[in-house]
């Protein structure tokens, strides 16, 4: 339905993503699965960063490779971002990592800033915008803004779950952003949460329900 949105059809993620439905599943298999699904959304995110080659020695002989040039910066919406970290990092080990404090009042709906702290200069860097849920949009679509005011130009998202209107709501709001995911669900219910979705994912994470 975009262009710019790649949903992920591996075979695990498939499998992961079962194991986050379940309403059956706990915290600590719960993290793992979210853990696993961002590994592979790292490698695809990767296809587009820039390399360099690099002169290095064997134990046998010289020769070149490769190493990443320019910045990665991941960036968790708190809290629930924080979740799909861990996983990019043991893909990206290089990348340093910030955040943005963004959360939903209940009644709006309307995505209200508490806290955003990154590294001073991003205009370079190849920016990771982490959020499990793409359900209004509305976060993202702010969170995005943030970012591109700071001075970030090379920026993609990368969630877990995304609902159609908060697809629609991100891309028309900001149609140079590419969008990773690893589900598209049916629909938002009245409270804004995604159908058929795996509930709240901060609180499905770090077990606080």
């Known amino acids: ?64 490779g490769y190493k990443i040039d320019q910045e990665v910066v991941l960036i968790p919406i708190l809290r629930a971002g924080l979740g799909m970290v861990s996983g990019f990092i043991e893909v990206i080990p290089e990348a340093k990592v910030g955040h943005i404090g963004l959360q939903r009042d209940e009644n709006t709906l309307i995505p209200v800033e508490y806290y955003y702290k990154t590294p001073k200069d991003i ?11 793409l359900a209004t949009g509305g976060s993202a679509s702010e969170a995005v803004n943030y970012l591109k005011k700071k001075g970030a130009k090379q920026l993609v998202f990368s969630c877990l779950v995304a609902a159609p209107e908060g697809l629609k709501k991100l891309s028309d709001t900001h149609p140079d952003i590419k969008i990773f995911g690893a589900a598209l669900d049916r629909q938002l219910n009245d409270k804004g949460y995604i159908l058929p979705g795996l509930g709240d994912a901060g609180d ?3 077990g606080t329900f």
Do not use: C, Q, W
């Open 123 to 133: 205009s370079d860097a190849f920016v990771i915008l982490l959020d499990p849920m």
């Open 204 to 206: 499905r994470t770090f």
């Open 1 to 64: 339905m975009n262009n710019n949105f790649f949903l992920s059809d591996h075979p695990l993620v498939k499998r992961d993503m079962t194991i986050l439905r379940d309403k059956n599943t706990g915290t600590e298999y719960f993290r793992s699965a979210v853990k696993r699904i961002s590994n592979i959304l790292a490698v695809e995110i990767a296809k587009s960063f820039n390399l360099k080659k690099a002169d290095i020695e064997t134990p046998l002989e010289k020769t070149t």
